[in-house]
């Protein structure tokens, strides 16, 4: 139900976009988040943004990483600029109606999840 594309390799500094459309319905009424799990680690809270548009960031990614939405288009992206290697993972994006603030940066509190995408960042 949810599909993440827009992963890559990038060299330290630069910048990516991912996106993850989603067939939730009706989309505008659900909490979107990002997380992503490098190799060896768990998987971690990025960032969220709920149905009336306030976005949440981990410590580690903001003001680099900004997330939005478009329901028009059930989309929510995640631009992510300065990246660093420690950047480096795949990238999920979640879905759930039902969560509240407290429980955003946590992945058991999502019903629906993406596939991943990869995201390197590398020299």
């Known amino acids: 139900q949810l599909q993440a594309s827009g992963g890559g390799l990038v060299q330290p500094g630069g910048s990516l976009r991912l996106s993850c459309v989603a067939s939730v319905v009706p989309f505008r009424d659900y909490v979107m988040s990002w997380f992503r799990q490098a190799p060896g680690k768990e998987r971690e809270f990025v960032s969220a943004i709920n149905r009336g548009r306030s976005p949440f960031y981990a410590d580690s990614v903001k003001g680099r990483f900004t997330i939005s939405r478009d329901n028009a288009k059930n989309t929510v992206y995640l631009q992510m600029n300065s990246l660093k290697p420690e950047d480096t993972a795949v990238y999920y994006c979640?879905?759930?109606?039902?969560?509240?603030?407290?429980?955003?940066?946590?992945?058991?509190?999502?019903?629906?999840w993406g596939q991943g995408t990869q995201v390197t960042v590398s020299s």
């Open positions: 979640a879905a759930d109606r039902q969560a509240i603030v407290s429980s955003y940066f946590r992945a058991e509190t999502y019903d629906y």
